[in-house]
């Protein structure tokens, strides 16, 4: 959308591909009290508005709270897997049990996942707690532009680096899913109105298999994660 990056819970992602950056700072076991982040400051029930499952990110520090190369990854392979400890979702991104509890709790305060509930022994299994996010830069606000952009840019980061890393792979993929994903580009002229239009009707299409990331027995046999990147922004560079 023209100005605003919406995010689904998680981008989908390969779970075997490593994570980007550090860790970060070292935590407590999952039974253990959540350390105090640098981001800190939104209090429970304090988080942005949910509407049609999608929270709408007005408070920076919340921006903030996601700009973590280790919570991102943490956000995609919950989108995946429903609900994950800490030691589970570690050894699909490559994280210690440790780091991957310090960064849960750091997104539960600022309202990103939640606990899934009672499980055995000491299990303590994680989940989203929204669909998905959507933040703007266009706030008028310079703290939420910076915040906005920090965090854009480092998803973007992460979409290309998969981009590539599909097409290190791409030959190794069945002839039809090297066919059915694709690369495209168009040069239109439109409206800033026309534009937030178009990006509102791939939405549309896009949430009739939302469904399946939370129902697995919606999910053809043959489905598998797919990712879908869209950019929408004017033209900068030469007229042609």
Known sequence: MTGTTAVPSGEAVDASAEPDGSAGPEAEPESGTAESDPAAG???GEHGAVEGGTRELTDPRELRAMTHPVRLALLEVLNLHQALTATEAGELIGESPTTCSFHL??????????????????????????RGVRFSAASGDPEMGAASTALEGLLVQRWIERFTQWQRVRSHY?????????????????TSAELLEIQKEVLVILERYHD?????????????????????????????
């Open 212 to 240: 399946r990331n939370a129902d697995a027995s919606l999910r053809p046999e043959a489905s598998r994660p797919v990712e879908i990147v869209t950019f929408g922004y004017p033209y900068i560079g030469p007229e042609r």
């Open 105 to 130: 709790r750091q997104l539960a305060k600022y309202g990103f996942v939640e606990e899934a509930g009672d499980a055995p022994g000491r299990r303590r299994p994680w989940r989203l707690a929204t």
């Open 174 to 190: 069945p002839v039809e899913w090297q066919e059915a994903a694709s690369a495209g580009e168009f040069l239109l002229h439109l």
């Open 42 to 44: 939104a209090g429970e």
